[in-house]
């Protein structure tokens, strides 16, 4: 599962029949590097991902991707690749700090 900002959505003029009615957005994953530089969400390439739980513009989201993706549909057939799954509420983000050498585990 990754993290991605919903950046708008996207309206089919044609579809397979198992896509009608379905919800498709646009989502930009988020960055490890955003997170730590505790700029803007997103920094990731965009792609789309079927919803049916209908996050506003600028909502976090969890997408899961691949096979997985299509699982809701079961045991119907629906050419899924990735699906949001969950609503992000909170993101608390601990970068692990950086290793650095005492003076004894410096070779001189």
């Given at each position: 599962m990754r993290l991605a900002v919903?950046?708008?959505?996207?309206v089919l003029?044609?579809?397979v029949p198992s896509l009608q009615g379905q919800r498709l957005v646009i989502v930009e994953p988020i960055t490890a590097e955003r997170l730590k530089a505790g700029g803007r969400m997103g920094g990731g390439k965009p792609f789309i991902?079927?919803?049916q739980l209908?996050?506003?513009?600028?909502?976090?989201v969890g997408v899961v991707e691949g096979r997985t993706a299509a699982s809701p549909y079961w045991p119907?057939?629906?050419?899924?690749?990735?699906y949001c799954a969950l609503i992000v509420q909170q993101i608390e983000f601990h970068p692990p700090e950086p290793e650095t050498k005492t003076d004894s585990e410096v070779q001189p």
């Open positions: 919903v950046r708008g959505s996207v003029n044609a579809a991902a079927v919803d209908g996050p506003a513009e600028g909502q976090v119907e057939e629906i050419p899924v690749d990735a």
